[in-house]
């Protein structure tokens, strides 16, 4: 059974590039601007640097390119922050009797609490 080589990719935000390594195959570190590209280069990389290894594996090696990127995002104050509705007021603003004027988008204000 031939061995399936494991290559790891992840994204390095600063850099804003897709960067491969690999235990499986030595000497492996690259990178590129998307994951296809990221893969063209592999398909040309890891023969060349299993060949100067000395690795024997037959014509074909099978290689599994396993793609990481860790985001953040801003979750938009209407969706069950408290002290926050649709429209912007705060449960102050509510409590203050401030529902349906103009500080409020909508004609009648529910407030999150």
Do not use: H
């Amino acid at each position: 059974m031939i061995k399936v080589l494991f290559i790891r990719a992840e994204w390095d935000a600063e850099a804003s590039v897709w960067v491969a390594t690999s235990d499986d195959v030595p000497g492996l570190a690259t990178e590129a601007d998307t994951l296809e590209a990221l893969s063209a280069k592999l398909d040309v990389l890891v023969p060349e640097l299993l060949q100067v290894n000395g690795y024997d594996a037959g014509p074909e090696v099978p290689f599994e390119l396993l793609a990481r990127k860790f985001s953040v995002v801003q979750m938009p104050y209407s969706y069950g922050f408290p002290g926050r509705f649709a429209g912007g007021l705060r449960s102050e603003d509510c409590r203050a009797g401030n529902s349906g004027t103009d500080a409020c988008s909508a004609p009648t204000c529910a407030c999150l609490t």
